[in-house]
Nanobody, 116 residues
Framework: QVQLVESGGGLVQPGGSLRLSCAAS????????MSWYRQAPGKERELVAS????????NYADSMKGRFTISRDNAKRTVYLQMNSLKPDDTAVYYC?????????WGQGTQVTVSS
């Protein structure tokens, strides 16, 4: 079965940095694009970033451009999200996602809290 396990979240000060990881198993990782989403309490889940299967192209939501970087290591079956210049509004649960066979598969999420 498909499994996505996020890690690397935590509590940081505004302006700080975190790197999230998503370890994938149960599918051919290199064949699929991957995405990061986030969801704050009371708000809809929103796209943070996505990356093509080979890592050649990435896309970001406007509020994350210039601060966040998505990358992947297909040999390690892992996708990363480097987050810099964090703001309190970045506080959310961050989820890793893959779309395959007509549906989304989600990780359990990792909490990121940016607190002043």
């Amino acid at each position: 079965q498909v499994q996505l396990v996020e890690s690397g979240g935590g509590l940081v000060q505004p302006g700080g940095s975190l790197r999230l990881s998503c370890a994938a198993s149960g599918f051919i990782f290199s064949a699929y694009a991957m995405s990061w989403y986030r969801q704050a309490p009371g708000k809809e889940r929103e796209l943070v970033a996505s990356i093509t299967n080979g890592g050649g192209y990435s896309n970001y939501a406007d509020s994350m451009k210039g601060r966040f970087t998505i990358s992947r290591d297909n040999a390690k079956r892992t996708v990363y999200l480097q987050m810099n210049s964090l703001k309190p509004d970045d506080t959310a649960v961050y989820y890793c996602k893959v779309w395959m066979l007509g549906r989304d598969y989600w990780g359990q999420g990792t909490q990121v809290t940016v607190s002043s």
